[in-house]
């Protein structure tokens, strides 16, 4: 199959050479000719483990290219995905749409008739609908649209796409759904659950789906909190109801909250929907008033370890991105965090090992160091936020003769209360026990 995928964000650069890898010749378009000089140079826009090497394998067999054109590679293509961007309105939390229907407004002048069109984009209820609207006001005839909502981790993104818990169409007629079966070909014949569904209900899952996922987050950390009040360790309880198949042991790490590209602006954009048609979603509300509280209160914790006052006080952050195996800056918990650090007088130290050129973006006023060691030197606390492999296996000996205060603040449950003591640390967890314990 020919496919042309616009956009080489996240979504679209890692399904374009997914797809490529199943065989078919993908060529991936974008407006930002410097991202397509580096991608054809084989520079990455992102970083993702695993995602430069299936790149440059398929672009020497001849089966992903990147181009700025639309023209060919649009009119020649089987099925056109859309992947860009779909960010979160300023004010009222609407997702912007507008990307999405420039790009149907331009496609449409190239397109030919039996194409399909496929929202990869995370898209409210009833944007396939106006996208057909757009593609008849252009013009364009006998075109199928469909929805295929993507499910990737990021840092896990190539192996969740190859070996998917599921895969959602959202189609209206038997060409869409005949021309995705066979886009997704070799993921059918080693039994990937393929549902099909109507095109709007596709488009709502991928809304559901995730707003799940916030609503486990915030509901274990509230858990934390209230560990912390009798005296129990929410790394336990998390294990006791994980344990429960109707429940599973995944998004039940307590922490410092949800951050991406995802839950925050999907919760949002399904409460706005929601609103539209006049439906309340009290879970959904009240797990985003509790995420932002939580990343809020972050800084409180902080205080509390070192003495309250951080008027001069040097503090130590591990962790930038908004979870490990990714540069994502994008509502990260750090964000919050080191601001109200700075805000408060204290000078900041930090370390992560990818997402410092996106950070730099983001703030002014700390130092980056080269590595944790480094970030720990002088320090009055160190501060883990992202839990990257690298710092579950520090020297926590090392670490304590670099701060100058001994406090480790662990937002992640990275390490035991006893192994940091024994080293010489003062340890504060997430949910650990009761905080005067801590």
Known sequence: ??????????????????????????????????????????VMPIWEPGLEAIVKANVERGRLTFSTELGENVGNADAVFIAVGTPARRGDGHADLSFVFD????????????????TKSTVPVGTGDRIEEILREEGATDISVASNPEFLREGAAIADF?????????????????VLKEIYRPLFLNRAPILFTGRRTAELTKY??????????????????????????VQDVAR??????????????????????????????????????????????????????????MVDRVAAAVGEDLSGKRVAVLGLAFKPNTDDMREAPSIPLVNALVERGAKVSAFDPVAREQAEKIFTAIEFAADAYEAAAGADALVIVTEWD?????????????????????????YDRDEAEEAGLAYFGIGRGRLEKN
């Open 240 to 297: 006791g109801i994980g344990l429960d198949n109707r429940i599973g042991p995944k998004f039940l790490h307590a922490g410092p909250g949800y951050g991406g590209s995802c839950f925050p602006k999907d919760t949002l954009a399904l409460l706005q929907t929601a609103g539209k048609f006049g439906v309340d979603q009290r879970i959904v509300r009240t797990t985003v008033e509790v995420n932002d509280q939580r990343k809020a209160h």
């Open 208 to 233: 559901a789906a995730n707003a799940f996922l916030a609503v486990k987050i915030s509901f274990i950390n509230e858990i934390a909190d209230l560990c912390e009040a009798v005296d129990a360790d």
């Open 103 to 118: 790009a149907v407004r331009e496609l449409a002048k190239v397109i030919r008739p039996g194409t399909v069109v496929v």
């Open 1 to 42: 199959m020919r496919i042309a995928m616009i956009g080489t964000g996240y979504v679209g650069l890692v399904s374009g050479a997914c797809f490529a890898d199943f065989g078919h010749r993908v060529c991936c378009i974008d407006k930002d000719s410097a991202k397509i000089d580096g991608l054809n140079a084989g």
């Open 162 to 178: 190859k070996h998917p818990d599921r895969i959602v169409v959202g189609a209206e007629d038997d060409r869409a759904q005949e």
């Open 390 to 414: 690298e710092f579950r296996a520090l020297d926590l000996e090392k670490i304590a003769e670099a701060l100058r205060g001994k406090v480790l603040v662990d937002l992640r449950n990275v």
